[in-house]
């Protein structure tokens, strides 16, 4: 199983989050993720734009896997996109972590002037997004051309191309969301808010892996907050069913979301002293992964 941290992008500067995220990598974690998001929580704290700030992770660290949870699809057209994740797969040394999804925040989309339309439109672009990465990834020196509802892309080369197969995840827990990642993802990413729901959400993604003959990963965003942790700034987030408590309380809870079929745990930590917990536990979560 994968342990990833949210590093803080919020309220702080590129050091903070260049040290916190130097942290993770030396705490022994998989992973680093940032947000993509244009506003901060609340807008007055002001955030680091998340693909600037990768490409800087990229260089601070050496080992560990670099993501956002997860990039929206709204706010870059997709050729751009998989131009983008090109450029910093290669700079990083094939450590790009990609995950997709549809956006959310209306708020955030008029105060940047993005178009904001009904879900089912951003769901439609979400797919043709992945139509179009996929496509330039795999092309390799060939000209590709796609024609969809939302994009379009003629003869485009994406060079120099990645030196590896980039994988793709899509983050969502709508049904046409599940629909998109059983067909065309290699990855789904569940929200934390969705986390209640997840039996349904996962009978709804293996009934339509089963249609389209495919397996995928599964990953989901949680909460980090061992021992007292103050969790008040993650209530949005289901922290009860993220890793609380003892040492074995969070064995206990790995194990169970290991036997639900979960590959990956991107964890939202309740402050730096739950980082520090969790990574000295690592070794028993990681046995208890199997």
């Known amino acids: 199983m994968e342990f990833g941290v949210v590093v803080r992008q919020v309220g702080t ?41 990768l490409s800087g992770l990229a260089v601070a660290t050496s080992r560990v896997g670099l993501g956002a949870q997860v990039f929206c699809q709204s706010f870059r057209q997709p050729a751009l996109l998989a131009k983008m994740a090109t450029t910093l797969d290669l700079i990083s040394g094939g450590r790009l972590h990609f995950l997709v999804g549809a956006g ?36 390799g020196d060939r000209p590709f051309t796609y024609e969809g509802r939302h994009a379009r892309v003629v003869d485009a080369l994406n060079l120099p191309a990645p030196e590896r197969r980039i994988p793709i995840g899509v983050g969502g827990a709508g049904p046409r969301m599940l629909d998109l990642a059983a067909r065309l993802a290699d990855e789904w990413n569940c929200p934390a808010a969705a986390l209640p729901a997840y039996p349904q959400l996962r009978q709804t993604l293996e009934t339509a892996l089963a249609d389209a003959g495919r397996s995928i990963r599964r990953s989901c965003q949680i909460v980090f907050a061992p021992g007292d942790a103050d969790v008040s700034g993650l209530a949005a987030f289901n922290p009860d069913l993220g890793l609380r408590g003892s040492t074995q309380q969070m064995v206990d809870r790995v194990g169970e979301l290991s036997a639900m079929g979960i590959d990956g745990l991107y964890g939202m930590p309740a402050g730096r002293r739950a980082i520090d917990a969790v990574a000295e536990a690592l070794p028993e979560l990681r046995a208890a992964a199997g």
Do not use: K, N
């Not at 940032?34 to 700030?53: C, K, N, R, S, Y």
């Not at 940047?112 to 992945?130: I, S, W």
């Open 13 to 53: 500067g590129w050091e903070g989050t260049r040290r916190a995220a130097e942290a993770v990598e030396e705490a022994g974690f998989d992973s680093v993720w940032l947000i993509d998001h244009l506003l901060g929580f609340p807008p007055q704290a002001g955030i680091l734009e998340a693909w600037t700030a």
């Open 104 to 139: 959310w925040w209306e708020e955030e989309y008029r105060a940047f002037g993005y178009q904001f339309p009904p879900p089912g439109v951003r769901v439609g672009e979400v797919e043709d997004a992945v139509r179009v990465l996929r496509g330039l990834w795999d092309a």
